[in-house]
């Protein structure tokens, strides 16, 4: 009778290892499908011409040959379920190598053969994956970034992929007529880019970037929800969020709240604004109804950077997720910028970004002549060959 169960014993420990199962990353969250989102507004003429069918699996596979070795080994990290020293590792790249626009600048800080485009491309897949992986918003604050900064500005006015996006520019800016990595990277990236405004998790639905919009989600329950954003974000800092359900549910929304906002509120219907706080995400939990909007706010105003490293003594105009860039004349001259004046807004013309920001540029004879600074995402509106900056020189 005794024999069994030490045959049985004997026979466990002699079992081969039972199989590791595949890796698969996990996730937190979860971002819904290109398909399920429609993106109206500026962001949807960058994203016209791109092809929603791209496969995301076979996307994320072509980022990880594209990437720079840092981001694959952050990838790799991932896929194995180290989230802490990938998190670790963003850290240490975040302290040193970041452009205001979100770009990762490796070796090549100020040189104009910089931002390559399918480099950026794989790092906000980076950075998304580790949102994913960690529920952390922070991840979603760079890619807002660069979801208003680089994405828009890949493309040059004559609809041809920018190769290089450099802070100061131009750069050797075209990509080769045949696909090459960064015509496919732009491709691939401007037909996923609505995946990245929502994601489900076990905790409700998650809001991780704002602009025009309108989506079809599965509440907890599996009922049809449909969110509309309706907003003029970034160049104005209201959103109005409209919730569409066939019957009334208890759950939670998770509204990100920007980072860089300056006293955000959420109000729901005519309540008084609830303050919110920059950097995390804010739950509305109650019993959605058909047609209940939250109304975000998340005011910013423009604010000089300091330029560091090879950019001392330089500085950048940014507002909200937006960076600045001056264009022509003002791009190249000697002329330096005066950054105790308050950049004076300027309403864009319509269908490009803004708003634009008139700044005084003082020469080295002390005169002192305006030029407007446009978004750098209008970079799109530009010739390839046109000089811009984003650094300027600061007058003393
Ligand atoms: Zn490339």
Redesign the pocket.
Known sequence: MLALPILCLLALASAPPPEVPSSTPSRVLTSLIPSQVTVTGFLSSCFRGAKPSHDPVVAADEADR?APPFVREELDLLRRGDLAPAQSAWHDACATHIYPTGALAVGETGAAKAC???AVVSWMWLNQALLESSGDPRYADLVEKLLWNHLPALRSADGAVR?YAPLNGPGPSRADPLP???AT?ASRVLALAPSLIYATGPAGIYVNQFCDSSATLKTPRGERLGLDQHTGYPGREDIALRVRLPVDEKFTIFVRVPAWSEGPTVRLFYYAPQQATPGTYFAITRTWSDNDIAHLRFPSSPRWVPGTGPNAGTTALIRGPLVYVATGGAASGPAAVSTSEVPRRLPAPEGVLGPFYRVGFRSANGLTTDATLIPFANLSTIASDEPYATWLPTAP
Do not use: K, V
């Open positions: 594209n390559e485009t399918c190769r090459d990595c960064c990277a």
